[in-house]
């Protein structure tokens, strides 16, 4: 009957099965991960920053900074105008 989960007890009004203990399954300690840092030009977030990912970070502030700066100027030119 072990089998079925079930072992032989002992008792002092006789023998009985009783189910046995099913332990739980050991968890495998994990490591506590060390925080990853990444640089802001590693698009992909794969630890190392390629050519592409400097060329477009580069691409987009320059033409965010570019309407930024254009807006300003373009409000101070007509205030000046009038």
């Known amino acids: 009957m072990n089998q079925a989960g ?3 007890k002992s008792h002092t009004s006789g023998i009985y099965w009783t ?4 332990g739980q399954p050991k968890k495998k ?4 991960q ?3 840092e990444f640089h802001s030009f590693d698009l992909n977030k794969d630890g ?4 592409w990912e400097v060329v477009v970070t580069l691409a987009v502030t320059f033409i965010f900074n ?4 254009g807006g300003v100027i373009r ?3 007509e205030i000046s105008l009038k």
């Open 34 to 36: 060390e925080p990853k």
């Open 48 to 51: 190392h920053v390629d050519v």
């Open 75 to 77: 409000f101070f030119v």
């Open 19 to 22: 189910r046995t203990q099913v």
């Open 29 to 32: 300690k994990e490591k506590p």
């Open 66 to 69: 570019a309407i930024i700066v």
């Open 6 to 8: 079930l072992k032989p």
